[in-house]
């Protein structure tokens, strides 16, 4: 397979770690050549799980090959449980066993999970070697792939343990996305609704379009979202001004809710779809957000599948339970992402708890 269009490139300009992202179909068999401007040595690892590895490892390796790269394969079972850090550990000593040292390059080769893993791999090995990202899922290529936070879990909490490190290149081929489920497909447009609400409204019939047709413009609208994200990363590239909180529109309650249900009951994005829904409600209350905005962001979710009401298993109390043991709400009050309109969002004192169980019981609805 060659590419049939010209990638979108979308600059990530962050002074001397700055980027790019090419985004297309068949840019998976383009990466040995899109390496080539970056000056990186010949030895490097493609990491990958163990289903992205038996779709795609062999159109990386072939391609690497043939531009002259030495490369290794190195497979982690597919699923969160491999962000850990005794992976990262066996990652770094396979490529220590595979010759590799400071001099060595490393490919993420799948979706967020891999990117993370092997960003942190990247960001730790010899004290930082480069890395490049393909991502494979939609929420990897419109959100985790760009911005350098890498990290693993701990039995504590997620994303404990992480550094900043951001890639050299991203490639992300549209094509890969045709293999994902069609539950994980959807799922990942919770983010992309996310995006439109937070930052840009005049996306909505873009989204809508994919609706109608898969193919008809997702080069477009991944390379839209990364866009959005790397201006999010360019002012605030170590979460320091506040304005990458933004990006956790929805989150609070959608990491609750997420949490409640058992973790792997609800995807990520489901639980985010609700937690948008809720984040829009108090949008109305507390900010000048209007319904027409509100509902808008609802049918998104709804034509997308997504849940917009909390399953029956999952009561107000546990939920509110785990949302109370996070620490933010100490004062009875948090610092919560609010819409003014659709795309202008900001972050807010004024939203109390009881606001926030209001909005929880109206997700039964
Ligand atoms: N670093 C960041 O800024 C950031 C942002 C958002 C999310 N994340 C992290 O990303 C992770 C979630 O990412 P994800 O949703 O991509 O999950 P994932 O990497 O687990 O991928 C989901 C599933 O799809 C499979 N898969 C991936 N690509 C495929 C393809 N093209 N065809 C068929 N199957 C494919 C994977 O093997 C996996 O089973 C979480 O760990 C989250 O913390 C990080
Ligand atoms: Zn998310």
Redesign the pocket.
Known sequence: MMATTTPIIVDVPLGDRAYQAHVGPGLLDLLGDKLAPLGLRKRCVVIT????GP??GKRALTSLDTAGYKATLLTVP???AS?SLSQAESLCRQMIEHGCDRHAFVVAL???????LA?FVAGTFYRGVPYVQI???I??QV??SV?G???VNMPEG??LIGVFHQPRLVLADTE??D???ER?FR??FA?VIKHAAIRDADMVPMIEAVLKDRHANLPELMARNIAIKSKVVVEDEYETTGTRALLNFGHTIGHGIEAAAGYGQLL??EAISLGLIAAARLSCVFSDLDDMGKATIVSLLEAFHLPTAIPESITDDIILDYLSRDKKFEEGHIRFVLLRELGDAFVSNAVTLDAIKASIIALRK
């Not at 799980?49 to 992205?52: G, L, R």
């Not at 799948?110 to 993370?116: P, R, T």
């Open positions: 799980d163990s289903t992205v779709l795609y597919a699923g969160e962000k799948g979706g967020g999970v891999i990117g993370d960003g991502p494979t899922t929420v990897s959100d985790s911005g936070k890498t990290g997620k994303n890969t996305l293999s994902l489920p994980e799922e990942g983010e990520h994005g």
